[in-house]
């Protein structure tokens, strides 16, 4: 009697894949990036936890092109336009002796995305989940996250500023879109640290 040939059901090769492209990413970010740190969430982690370096690194890069990219085209007297990035935004402002406007527009869109960027990178690779260090930048990570929106407020504020003047008609540009994705992007990562920290520190298994 001839047997039935067995295939692996979809759990089964969900499973294989994500082996299979959590091996390639890690050998991806070891070239890149240098080797983790022993104890590190990049070090222990598997499946899906893998997929924390590319979300950082995009997120870093669309940060990237949301300061530098048009966030805003302005139409005066439907006759001038105008586009205008986050940087240029803050030259502006600065030239114009808006010291103190252009001081909060660059803590909140350019400082703050760039430390919870920093903090969050540093926790994936750099710092051992067992140790104390880690709980403390995961405890100021979690300040800093209450504060996660605040970038995109500042922003948008600023887009709806422009938008409410009567003497311009305003279009918002994709540098706006790649600053809000990079905000949601950093604070899906932290909190995907944060979750991968704790279930590894319990000794479970990613769930793939």
Known sequence: MMRRAQFPGTAGVLRWDMEFL??????FGTMILGPPARGSVSDEGSGWDRAL??????????????????????DKFFVFTEQFSIMDSIMTLF????????LVVLLFSIAFPLVKL???????????IHSGHFDRRLKWLGFLSKWSMVDVFVVA????????????NATTEPGLYFFFAAS???????GLIKAAAERLRNGEETVN
Do not use: H
């Not at 920093?118 to 051992?128: E, M, V, Y």
């Not at 949601?184 to 932290?190: P, Y």
């Open 184 to 190: 949601i992007g950093t604070a899906a990562a932290i």
């Open 118 to 128: 920093a903090q969050a990178f540093s926790l994936w690779r750099r710092t051992d």
């Open 53 to 74: 370096g590319p979300l950082l690194i995009l997120s870093f890069c669309a940060l990237g092109l949301g300061l530098f990219l048009p966030v805003l085209r302005v």
């Open 157 to 168: 504020l600023v887009v709806f500023s422009v938008k409410a003047s009567a003497i311009a």
């Open 95 to 102: 030239m114009e002796g808006e010291i103190f406007i252009a």
């Open 22 to 27: 959590g091996q390639i990413l890690s050998k």
